[in-house]
């Protein structure tokens, strides 16, 4: 069964706070999107499975789908950027 899960609403990040694991049903239990869509309304820099700083120009986004490699974190580096998002596992 495939779960989707992503923002109700128009988010304002905290800094370098994980977008996908808050989604688990259970501490313990990892996750791994095979669906990603993130929309991002200001500069900012993200991390992808703890990869380097990408920059983002605003309104650039980011998304993967299900030929690319699964993502289990996506962090935003900085506080105080607007963005929604929506992924499935």
Do not use: W
Request: aromatic share 14%; glycine share 4%.
């Amino acid at each position: 069964m495939k779960v989707y899960f992503g923002s109700n609403d128009v988010l304002v990040s905290t800094a370098n706070k994980e977008l996908i694991q808050q989604h688990a049903p259970r501490a313990e239990y990892e996750i791994k999107v095979y669906k990603f869509s993130f929309m991002n309304n200001e500069n900012c820099h993200i991390k992808v499975n703890n990869s380097e700083q990408i920059l983002l120009q605003a309104g650039q986004g980011f998304s993967i789908d299900k030929d690319d490699e699964r993502i289990y974190s996506f962090i935003i580096v900085e506080a105080d950027i607007t963005y929604n998002y929506i992924g499935s596992y």
